[in-house]
């Protein structure tokens, strides 16, 4: 392990405002992120590194660099979704709904003080940009590497997913470009994922099922019909049934006092262009969040016995889709990772390294399923910065400088014993 002090590496404040205003600036939703990868491919060339483009699908494209060490040592990889959860095109009041921060028209990032606003700015082109910064630091501190360091910057991460009619790129998300990465050579030891924890550490995080409950029925014109029999008063009726099953749901699953949330995200009934009609069909589409060790078919089950519950009681018969399985994400303390993180966020802040749960996901899932230990720590968000839009650039500056030691550190770790470790986490 090779001793750095927070003194020997110079983290260019200014260059990580303006890396993270160029990513801003690129407007990036799901399904349109080759242009992005483009810009920050040249970042990562800029500093030496050897640069590849990943062909997801037609037009989306994974960017990964790799610093190459001299040999021997364990290997780190940041990682980084390119993709936004919305277009700085799309509808103003449903932006302004979102964060009050957005601009309307390019340039969409700008900086005001010790703030850098702009879509993606949270979540989480400021991350990308300290990949990028701290490497340059490490590289400018004329530190020598016995492990490699990856910077992969993917497609569709965000929490999305083709349903129905609703197909196409933009909806291909949910770990869409990381799955790609780890089966087409993206693979290191240890990963570190910026996303917005607030300069804390998650070690876990909860999976999401997202099902889709239908009910269809006869088509009636208005002259000849009841509101008996109504589809989406019977969908009401589950809707009710839903509510009041998940404050159980939510306490027998919860993990490390977290709750897991239940949504329902959206529902579609009838045709609202020919209302002289009943509608024929009745579709809820639901999230539900469940916690490490835990798996998506109890979730199944939870759903299917209320729908029975239902059945009995209303004979309303209803059908049960999963269309969504993300898994959950859980690594444990005891590893070079954690270890470096804790050295390293001590020394920028000098405060010790908290842990926090959420029960948002993450690609930690796909990386760890994949043999990586992965861990979320990122410079957005937290208490008093939640929101959107938003990034504090002292938390930047100094998440840099955690990734540049944390790299340093577990970079020199020695490779052998790292394996040795992983044997006892994963059973290899």
């Not at 909860?206 to 099902?211: E, K």
């Not at 050295?343 to 948002?360: C, G, I, M, T, Y």
Request: aromatic residues 10%; glycine residues 10%; hydrophobic residues 40%.
């Amino acid at each position: 392990m090779t001793s750095v002090s927070v003194e020997d590496i110079k983290v260019d404040r200014e260059k990580a405002v303006k890396r993270t205003l160029d990513l801003v600036n690129v407007k990036s939703p799901t399904g349109e992120e080759a242009e992005v990868a483009q810009v920050y491919g040249e970042m990562l060339r800029a500093l030496g590194m050897r640069v590849t483009y990943q062909e997801v699908e037609p037009g989306r494209y994974n960017v990964v660099g790799v610093l190459r060490g001299k040999g021997g040592g364990a290997s780190l990889m940041f990682n980084g979704h390119l993709d936004t959860s919305f277009s700085p095109t799309d509808d103003p009041e449903v932006l302004r709904a979102i964060s009050p921060v957005y601009r309307f028209e390019p340039p969409w990032g700008y900086r005001e003080g010790d703030w850098v606003y702009g879509m993606g700015a949270f979540n989480m082109k400021g991350a990308l940009a300290a990949y990028v910064t701290a490497v340059e630091a490490i590289l400018d501190a004329g530190v020598e590497l016995k492990g490699d360091i990856m910077i992969a910057g993917v497609v569709g991460e965000i929490e999305k997913s083709q349903v129905d009619q609703y197909r196409g790129p933009q909806y291909r998300g949910y770990g869409y470009g990381t799955a790609y990465l780890v089966t087409h050579g993206g693979l290191t030891d240890f990963a570190i994922l910026g996303e917005p924890t607030g300069l804390r550490l998650m070690l876990a995080h909860f999976g999401s099922v997202w099902a889709k409950i239908s009910l269809k029925g006869a088509l009636v014109h208005t002259a000849h019909a009841g509101l008996e029999g109504n589809l989406i008063l019977q969908m009401y009726k589950i809707v009710k049934a839903i509510e009041e099953w998940a404050p159980d749901y939510q306490a027998r699953f919860q993990y490390m006092g977290v709750k897991p949330n239940v949504n329902i995200g959206a529902i579609e009934g009838g045709w609202p262009w020919r209302c002289s009609r009943t509608p024929w069909f009745c579709n809820l589409y639901i999230d539900v969040r469940y916690p490490p060790r835990k798996s998506a078919l109890d979730v199944k089950e939870e759903l299917e016995n209320v729908l029975r519950k239902v059945e009995r009681e209303h004979g309303i018969k209803a059908d049960l889709e999963i269309y969504v399985s993300d898994a959950w994400a859980e690594v444990p303390e005891d590893n070079a990772l954690v270890e470096a993180l804790d050295r390293a966020h001590l020394k920028v802040f000098n405060e010790p390294l908290q842990r926090v749960v959420f029960s948002w996901s993450s690609d930690a899932n796909v990386l760890i399923r994949n043999g990586v230990i992965a861990v979320n720590y990122g410079p957005s968000g937290g208490p008093g910065r939640e929101t959107r839009g938003t990034l504090y650039i002292p938390a930047l500056y100094g998440c840099t400088k955690v990734y540049a030691l944390t790299a340093i550190d577990v970079c020199n770790r020695d490779r052998k014993e790292v394996r040795r470790r992983f044997q006892v986490i994963y059973g290899e």
